[in-house]
């Protein structure tokens, strides 16, 4: 009988096109029907991560670089310094590891541990690199550099000067003279010039707007290796390279200088994109450019990219009558169009620049004896008391911005998404809510829009009483808790959510920022036994730290995002701080969320990057923060399910160490125009969840 339905299709014929997805990616390593063959190792690894190590091991023999995305908690770094020890096959080497601050330690100690014969040194600063023995190695060699000092340049000042106008001190371009101000026309503050090096505003001058200092000399490391030692090191490591995703950052930057002047680069990631295609393309162009360039994509050519390999949706505004002049010109109307990237990702992205360069792993496939992992997404009804007065600040915020939308103004946005998203859970202490204009005079004036209402702080509210319900459930049953917390600075949500836990009688610890890099491992070490529960930042142990002592004395397998933000980065690495190799309880993360809030649509943003990042792994699923992806499922995602679901799994493990050649396809010639919002994209993406995307849009 003939195929009526394209899921009838893959039905019938999903087993075979698999075999033939199979045949055409040519992989260099198959575990079914390929040894594999480690040199003598301190401690070895499971058998699914050797077949990882032989296969990055081939690829490296063939090309400059690789990306290892494997699962947090899959043993990344042990499978990243194997890999380099395998590839060098007896030979002396030097290697590079750039890593987050608070992992040197560790990365040194598991370098001890796994490769024979190592020496290892940590380099704090610049001048440590002309003194490096410049002769052949004798055995393996390793350096360990943290990010934020390979970046470490010379001090700098801002380079400015000033023009008192009605009173008030302006900022201008030394050279041009133009007085500095930010896209939606308000004059900038000369603590602006202070935070980051920034370049005159005027587009035909861009004079930069600092100076170095001269005082202690310093040379950036990352800058000094590119340019004094490029080849010095045969192999470095890129760890968590999702965190250099910035096309100009300087941390960003330094990774790519790095990568120019190794021999081999391998990048580590657990979590490779965050939803967005935009994720991946600065990473591809610092480590293998070439498909890159196959199609013409340039550097500076970040939009056309994401044209074909993100989501694209199109606003159109039309706006009906106006003055003569307009309607001379526009027969009665004008339209705008603008382009905004939503998330979404292209599966001919995987196929195009990813099958050749990556090698993909599951936490399940490395170790078939993990415990359960439960993802809980828990909506909660506001209160009455606090319901009301959050739809009027609801309302009168959005009613404004709307206003000043038509008008091209921007000012308001930032602050009512940070509003929005914070009163439900600090409904007290606010102040004004509003946004900085200028007035017909030019000066800078502060407009009001909402006093937020204060609420009564000692009342616990709805989404603060089930964080307790849960903490408590868990803690009958043995099992601490771990507690997320986006809020911590003027309305600290953190301090007043560590009072209500006391009061419940739990003991309870806070990890604050002001602990250093280096020195969180060891407050875990410190204070995780004696806690019931511990809250904390997401990004204070996203990376590289485990919520469990495999000796025992203390064990978090319950996480609970009391706060989730929209980075899907942060999350996906912080969710992943207890499921790990040598877990024995059952873990779980809880998502809590007011229902018919902007957290409730931050929720529903999260689960679509959530499942476009999963999808290019390879990984489909309805469950947990994914299922809030809604019914916004792309075609091509959807056809990909059906056929993965229909796959005969024959070899499982055939699929995650599949390195092969990216198959050639036509590209289409695409034009698209820069959105130029003055917002990050996690920030447009929340505000564009707020509005909606209407395709047309007529406004009087």
Request: glycine residues 8%; proline residues 5%.
């Amino acid at each position: 009988m003939q195929a009526q339905t394209l899921d009838q299709y893959f039905t019938d014929y999903g087993t075979l096109l698999g075999q033939q997805a199979a045949k055409a990616t040519r992989p260099l390593h198959v575990p079914s029907s390929d040894a594999t063959s480690l040199p003598e190792l301190l401690r070895q690894p499971f058998e699914a991560q050797e077949h990882v190590v032989a296969a990055g091991a081939k690829a490296l023999q063939r090309q400059k670089s690789i990306l290892l995305i494997a699962e947090c908690g899959a043993g990344k770094s042990l499978m990243g310094m194997v890999t380099i020890h395998a590839h060098a096959n007896g030979r002396p080497y030097r290697a590079l590891v750039f890593c987050p601050g608070q992992l040197v330690g560790k990365w040194e100690r598991e370098i001890l541990e796994t490769v024979p014969d190592a020496r290892v040194f940590q380099i704090e600063k610049w001048d440590q690199l002309p003194k490096l023995d410049r002769s052949k190695p004798t055995q393996p060699t390793w350096y360990v550099i943290a990010r934020d000092r390979a970046k470490l340049g010379a001090k700098w000042r801002p380079a400015y000067t000033m023009r008192t106008t009605m009173g008030e001190g302006r900022v201008r371009c030394p050279k041009c003279g133009t007085e500095q101000v930010d896209k939606a026309g308000i004059f900038l503050d000369a603590s602006e010039f202070s935070k980051r090096q920034m370049k005159c505003q005027k587009e035909i001058c861009r004079e930069p707007m600092w100076q170095l200092t001269g005082e202690l000399r310093r040379y950036e490391p990352a800058k000094y290796i590119h340019k004094q030692m490029r080849r010095f090191f045969d192999y470095l490591i890129i760890d968590e390279a999702h965190e250099e995703k910035s096309a100009d950052s300087a941390q960003g930057n330094a990774a790519g200088a790095l990568a120019a002047a190794a021999k081999k680069v391998i990048a580590l990631t657990g979590t490779l994109i965050g939803g967005f295609a935009e994720h991946i393309r600065p990473l591809l162009f610092r480590l293998s450019p070439r498909s890159l360039i196959q199609e013409n994509l340039g550097w500076h050519d970040g939009m056309a990219f994401n044209e074909r390999y993100g989501r694209i949706e199109t606003k159109i505004v039309e706006r009906e009558g106006g003055n003569d002049e307009d309607n001379k010109q526009s027969r009665g109307s004008k339209k705008s169009k603008t382009k905004y990237i939503r998330p979404g990702i292209m599966p001919t992205l995987f196929g195009r620049h990813l099958l050749g360069n990556a090698i993909f792993l599951g936490l399940g496939e490395v170790a078939e004896n993990l415990p359960p992992l439960d993802e809980q997404v828990i909506a909660v009804e506001m209160d009455p008391e606090l319901e009301e007065p959050y739809r009027e600040v609801e309302q009168a915020l959005m009613d404004t911005v709307k206003a000043m939308l038509r008008s091209g103004k921007k000012n308001l946005l930032g602050a009512m998404l940070q509003t929005l998203l914070l009163y439900p859970d600090h409904p007290f202490d606010w102040g004004q809510v509003g946004y900085w204009d200028r007035t017909p005079s030019g000066e800078k004036s502060f407009v009001s829009v909402i006093w937020p209402p204060s609420l009564d702080s000692r009342k616990v509210y709805a989404k603060e009483e089930r964080l307790l319900d849960v903490i408590d459930f868990e803690r009958q049953r043995g099992r601490q808790c771990w507690v997320y917390v986006q809020y911590t600075g003027e309305k600290d949500c953190l301090e007043r959510l560590a009072k209500l836990c006391r009061e419940r009688g739990y003991a309870t610890q806070v990890l604050r920022s002001s602990v250093q890099l280096a020195r969180r491992e060891d407050w875990i070490n410190r204070n995780a036994p004696g806690a019931d529960v511990v809250l904390s930042h997401p990004k204070l142990v996203e990376t590289g730290l485990d919520l469990f002592d495999k000796g025992g004395s203390y064990n978090f397998p319950t996480l609970i995002f009391y706060q989730t933000g929209y980075n899907l980065f942060t999350m996906r690495q912080a969710s992943r701080r207890a499921w790990r190799i040598g877990q024995r309880k059952d873990c779980k993360v809880v998502f809590l969320y007011y229902r018919g809030t902007l957290q409730a649509r931050a929720m529903a943003l999260m689960g679509k990057k959530m499942e476009a990042a999963q999808a290019l792994e390879g990984k489909f699923s309805a469950e947990g923060l994914a299922s809030m992806a809604g019914e916004e499922v792309s075609a091509e995602m959807a056809l990909a399910k059906s056929l993965a679901d229909r796959i005969d799994e024959g070899d499982a493990a055939r699929h995650w160490v599949k390195v092969g050649a990216a198959p050639q396809s036509a590209v289409r010639d695409i034009e698209f125009n820069d959105d130029d919002l003055p917002f990050d994209e996690g920030t447009l993406a929340m505000l564009r969840a707020a509005f909606g995307e209407p395709r047309l849009q007529i406004a009087g």
